[in-house]
């Protein structure tokens, strides 16, 4: 996905009509434009890797969890059904257990992903930003497409977040 962010919108700040339009009149000098451009750089890389790490802390210590003990229960319930009678296939379970499996799965593995990328931040401010855009935010967005799946297939219950219709039309 094609990215537009402050990495691709700040460099054009230094563009020559930009910098001949505020240096002209007297709004920044060159060196005020400069620095001004950079720390809002900075400010960009480190709000979203704040974001970033805040959302592989969630994933691992709450959404993982919750998916998986929601998977646990609804696997006794299987197996209590299957004890009282034998005969029962519980194919909603089982077929509801592999799915949650399997997303948890997924969830571990962007997680970690998401982990290798921010790890891998380093480098210039400029450099930094374009890696947040070509790598943290792509990587951010398929951990949260995982989630946001994990959270239809999870009872509200085990869900450890209010859910968007809670958070639009809770008082």
Known sequence: ????????CMPHLLDRKNRELLT?????S??????????????????ICIEARTMVTMARTQIAPAVE???AATAANA????????TLKCRYETELVE?????TDEIAARTAALETEISALSGGVAEEAARIRDAVLPAMEALRGVCD?????TAKANWPFPTYAELLFGV
């Open 69 to 71: 003990s929601f998977a």
């Open 79 to 86: 197996a209590c059904k299957k004890t009282l009678c034998g």
């Open 99 to 103: 799915t949650l499996s399997a997303l």
């Open 149 to 153: 799946e994990a959270e239809r297939k």
């Open 30 to 47: 060159e060196a005020e434009l400069a620095s001004r451009c950079e720390i809002m750089l900075e400010n960009y890389c480190k709000t």
């Open 1 to 8: 996905m094609n990215y537009r962010t402050t990495a691709d």
């Open 24 to 28: 002209s009149h007297g709004v920044f």
